[in-house]
């Protein structure tokens, strides 16, 4: 590690600025996501969103639809604030420690994305007049991912007396709820029953379900103490929760620490909930906390060889997109038993449900950084695709699969299908991941036994969806695009040509592959005929893509054009989110977009239209887009950049990259903006460095950013580690292991071997 990966925030203790905090300084490890908030808890009144979380761990509620209508969704899922380990109460010589009742002369706190922990740094001036420091470091675990640890620290600088900590185990607790905020749950019952609250020697357990999904969840603390002097310590029940206390002496200029250990597990993955938390902790208590940070330093440090973004010209810059990183880390599930939700494991925005958004914006940056951890998100899809079928089914189809809009298991959680069931383009998403995953690590057995399965499903549901017209033009008909402003379009640009890319894709493998055993087992088990083939290349070839001749723009849909234009510049400030001030019909009216939508589909299928068409719909679209979505300023500063519009591509960019740090959608208290994240990766790497990897290899068309003195990153391609690195005068790439390989600068044929670094001017 080249510098130190920091993010620093003084504390106020706004009430809106610690909700806030509550999400930056989450600790989360793709498993286990503990929000931020204070373990002291904060006065009555203050908003919080307290909240631990498990991957892929739901209840099922009921979502009454105001119409029975056929087949409409009526339950749902929701992702589960689990048992509370984080409250811990310290007392000092009688006075209870808490930033709104002490006097508190410094508060600071710290991510450090090198070592894998997050601290709070508090200085108190107590009512008797002695000086207390108080360090608070956390810690989810990347290599023991059941695993968090509470380290408290305290030290009594100028006084003597006793400290006594009350650390909790609650294991019933209620999820958030906001009934204003659409993106929110709008209520907020306690999911989980407690089956067992019990303690054993110094070590508490509790063990939890839901009622509908009978979803188990075990929990287990454990304290040490390190200090001169022995601590007295005893355990009671109080109110449902198990509270360990513990009394110990405060010496003048000597240090009390309290280590905190919590492990948790659930029933998706384990037979024995509670016997996996409490043998991890009999085992983990043993070991030094040292060693364990020690192994999260580890862990860290191969994550940042494979991935670190340098930004030279900017270190704030670089720090936030490392931000960025670090934090989809932090929400990538570890294993295929659940998806990555849209906020990650940072809070309850959007229910913790998975969208579009990780295969789209998030999958890109796993494919090029840790494969692996790219075909784990696909293979929880592949999972899903029973479920994906059903839904197919209920929405109408005789064949393929539809995946739904969101989702934690794999079935339809969307209660408004306009911009939910109806935005088919998820399987666009999908299948473009699937695709991409296989040309950038050529993974046969994944395709083989995955992801053709995946194509050929999703391209069955275009085939079953689209029509010819009296012209032979394959139409879709009644979708939602990417822009949720304008919704049940007929041919939606960006959804027609991903859904021709994928019956293309989906056409190809599979003649490419059809002699192998397993695709010949697959041809059979799904009845996959040679007509079948046939149509899906004969309808990609027909797919109709609306071209506007009078503007010389890709129109988003049919009728888009025809709508009269929304007065942004008129539209007060307050009104922005454009969602929470105006019914969804008043909007569909209008031409104006919350998010990239034709923008995204040029970047991603650049060869469907000229440079000329594409430049001009950019022009289009920019001027009407609100970018209310989170999803959208990274994809116009990629489409920029492709387009040679440097200077936009820098601008939408500066967006990007400080969204969550600089709170600029005033609800990252909700959760972090994971597809955001991925997309501000992507405008580095596939925008500024315009790499890319397509059937026929690897592609770079870099530029240097005015105001940047120069940008690298690692990368991975075909089981290859490469470097690109990028200056005002140069492009210069690394082969840092595997072999040599061909790849393409803008125009031209290159080569990439071990011997010495490639170099050429730009
Ligand atoms: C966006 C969707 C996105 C969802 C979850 C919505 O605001 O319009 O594209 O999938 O948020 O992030």
């Known amino acids: 590690m080249q510098t130190s990966m920091k993010i620093t925030r003084k504390e106020n203790y706004e009430p809106k600025e610690l909700n806030l905090h509550e999400t930056l300084f989450c600790s989360a490890n793709g498993y286990i996501g503990i929000r931020g908030t204070l373990e002291e808890g904060v006065p009555e009144h203050f908003p919080t969103m307290r909240g631990q979380y498990l991957a892929g761990a739901y209840e099922i509620i009921p979502m009454k639809q105001a119409e029975s209508l056929c087949n409409l969704v009526e339950k749902k899922q929701t992702m589960l604030n689990i048992c509370d380990t984080q409250t811990i109460r310290l007392t000092v010589n009688g006075q209870e420690i808490d930033p709104f009742s002490c006097k508190v002369t410094d508060a600071e706190r710290v991510l450090d994305m090198g070592e894998g922990y997050t601290e709070r740094l508090t200085h108190y001036s107590l009512s008797s007049g002695g000086q207390l420091a108080v360090r608070i470091r956390r810690m989810a675990h990347f290599a023991i991912k059941e695993l968090f640890t509470i380290e408290y620290e305290i030290e009594a600088i100028d006084f003597t007396g006793e400290a006594v900590f009350d650390s909790w185990h609650t294991p019933e607790v209620a999820n958030y709820s906001d009934p204003d905020d659409p993106r929110l749950a709008d209520e907020s019952p306690c999911y989980l029953t407690r089956q067992e609250l019990a303690y054993k020697g110094s070590m508490s357990y509790s063990v939890t379900k839901t009622k509908e999904s009978g979803v188990v969840i075990a929990a287990a603390t454990e304290h040490i103490i390190a200090a001169d002097d022995k601590a007295e310590s005893m355990i009671r029940e109080e109110g449902g929760s198990l509270i360990t206390r513990i009394r110990i002496p405060l010496r003048k200029g000597r240090k009390v620490t309290l280590l905190k250990y919590a492990a948790f597990s659930d029933s998706i993955r384990e037979k024995e909930p509670r016997q996996k938390v409490t043998g991890l902790l009999s085992r983990v208590t043993v070991i030094s906390i040292k060693q364990l940070y020690d192994e999260q330093k580890a862990y860290l440090s191969k994550f940042w060889e494979r991935s670190r973004m340098s930004i030279d010209g900017d270190k704030e810059l670089e720090d936030a997109v490392c931000f960025n990183m670090y934090q989809l880390l932090c929400a990538a599930p570890r294993d295929p038993h659940s998806g990555m939700a849209a906020k990650g494991l940072s809070g309850e925005g959007y229910e913790g449900h998975f969208f579009w958004d990780t295969e789209m914006y998030v999958v890109p940056f796993f494919i090029l950084t840790d494969p692996a951890l790219a075909k784990n998100i696909l293979a929880y899809r592949y999972s899903t695709l029973p479920a994906a079928r059903e839904n197919a089914a209920l929405v109408g189809h005789k064949k393929g699969a539809l995946y739904p809009w969101r989702t934690i298991t794999g079935v339809e959680c969307s209660g408004y299908f306009p911009s939910g069931t109806a935005a088919y383009h998820i399987n666009g998403a999908i299948s473009y991941a699937v695709i991409s995953y296989h040309q950038a690590t050529g993974d046969d057995e994944f395709l083989l036994t ?217 609800n990252t208290k909700d959760g972090v903006h994971t597809a955001n994240m991925g997309g501000c990766y992507m405008a580095i790497v596939n925008g500024f460095a315009g790499l890319r990897i397509r059937k026929d290899g690897l592609h770079i068309s870099p530029f240097l950013p005015k105001g940047l003195r120069s940008y690298s990153f690692p990368f991975s391609y075909m089981g290859r580690k490469l470097k690109l690195s990028v200056d005002e005068d140069k492009a210069v790439m690394e082969l840092t292991e595997g072999e040599g390989c061909a790849f393409k600068f803008f125009d031209k044929e290159e080569m990439i071997g071990k011997e010495k670094p490639w170099t050429h001017g730009l």
């Open 450 to 666: 995955m992801g053709l399965e995946m194509l050929i499903e999703t391209a069955r549901l275009w085939l079953d969806t689209g029509v010819y017209d009296r012209k032979g033009r394959f139409n879709i008909f009644e979708v939602t695009g990417p822009d949720e402003y304008t919704c049940m379009v007929n041919n939606n640009y960006y959804t027609n040509a991903s859904a021709a890319y994928n019956l293309r894709c989906a056409a190809d493998l599979y003649e490419k592959y059809r002699d192998r055993t397993e695709v010949i087992k697959l041809t059979k088990d799904l009845g996959i005929t040679d007509l079948e083939i046939d149509a899906m290349k004969k309808a990609a070839d027909a797919m109709y893509l609306p071209y506007d001749e009078d503007y010389g723009i890709n129109p988003q849909d049919d009728a888009f054009l025809d709508k009269p234009v929304w007065d942004l510049a008129s539209t007060p400030k307050e009104d922005f989110p454009l969602l929470l001030h105006y019914h969804p019909l008043h909007l569909y009216r209008y031409q104006v977009c919350k998010q990239a939508d034709t923008v995204l589909a040029h970047f991603l299928f650049p060869d469907l239209a000229s440079r000329e068409t594409m430049e001009k719909s950019f022009r289009y679209y920019e001027k009407i887009t609100t970018h209310d979505s989170s999803l959208s300023t990274c994809v116009f500063s990629m489409t920029a950049s492709m387009l040679g519009l440097h200077d936009e591509a820098l601008s939408y960019f500066g967006d990007s990259a400080k969204l969550d740090l600089l709170n600029r959608h005033e």
